[in-house]
T-cell receptor, first 116, second 112 residues
């Protein structure tokens, strides 16, 4: 099946620094990618929908200036957590659509962000 | 508010025994229903989905799920569990939009 690579898998940073997470579709082109966040014992929550070549669409309550999303190519979307704070510590997951159909949605393995 | 509930954080079952992972939802209309599985250090993988028709849906790796409209449930089942089934399982629903609403996940542990 299609592969979505997400890096890094784990990152620890100091409060106030920025962290970039990459999501790559390795063997297909993805015009649409999604970014999720999961806090412990909570659901995966959709943060934003990333469309290649255009601005991302953010869900209500997600600060677009804090969570910068760039989808500059058909195989790469990045999420940058700017000026990270301890409350941003969470598990971030990306997914990418390889085509029409629900079976065509593939997920990265996630990034555990810990902000000290 | 639309939501998905997976009431069990963890389900333990002996190999060879049947397993059930529970899921209930609160969504208006007729949503699509999904199960995903996440193995260690891997991304979520599509397991099965229900759109319409037969209430019993068969998916990958011998799993099936039963849709019950009156109980708004979509429990995941397998007649005979394998140790290799041990993983994290997510239930999800998709209302009449493109957005998936996930449950909190249930860790399935199958003991030899």
């Amino acid at each position: 099946g299609a592969v979505v690579s997400q890096h890094p898998s784990r990152v620890i940073c100091k409060s106030g620094t920025s962290v970039k997470i990459e999501c790559r579709s390795l063997d297909f082109q993805a015009t649409t990618m999604f970014w999720y966040r999961q806090f412990p014992k909570q659901s995966l929550m959709l943060m934003a929908t990333s469309n290649e070549g255009s601005k991302a669409t953010y869900e209500q309550g997600v600060e677009k200036d804090k969570f910068l999303i760039n989808h500059a190519s058909l195989t790469l979307s990045t999420l940058t957590v700017t000026s990270a704070h301890p409350e941003d510590s969470s598990f971030y997951i990306c997914s990418a659509k390889a085509g029409r159909g629900d079976e065509k949605l593939f997920f990265g393995s996630g990034t555990q962000l810990s902000v000290l | 508010a639309q939501s998905v509930a997976q009431p069990e954080d963890q389900v333990n079952v002996a190999e060879g025994n049947p397993l059930t992972v529970k899921c209930t939802y609160s969504v208006s209309g007729n949503p699509y229903l999904f199960w995903y599985v996440q193995y260690p250090n891997r991304g979520l993988q599509f397991l099965l989905k229900y759109i319409t028709g037969d209430n019993l849906v068969k998916g990958s790796y011998g799993f099936e799920a039963e849709f019950n409209k009156s109980q708004t449930s979509f429990h995941l089942k397998k007649p005979s569990a394998l140790v290799s089934d041990s993983a994290l399982y997510f239930c999800a629903v998709r209302p009449n939009t493109d957005k998936l609403i996930f449950g909190t996940g249930t860790r399935l542990q199958v003991f030899p």
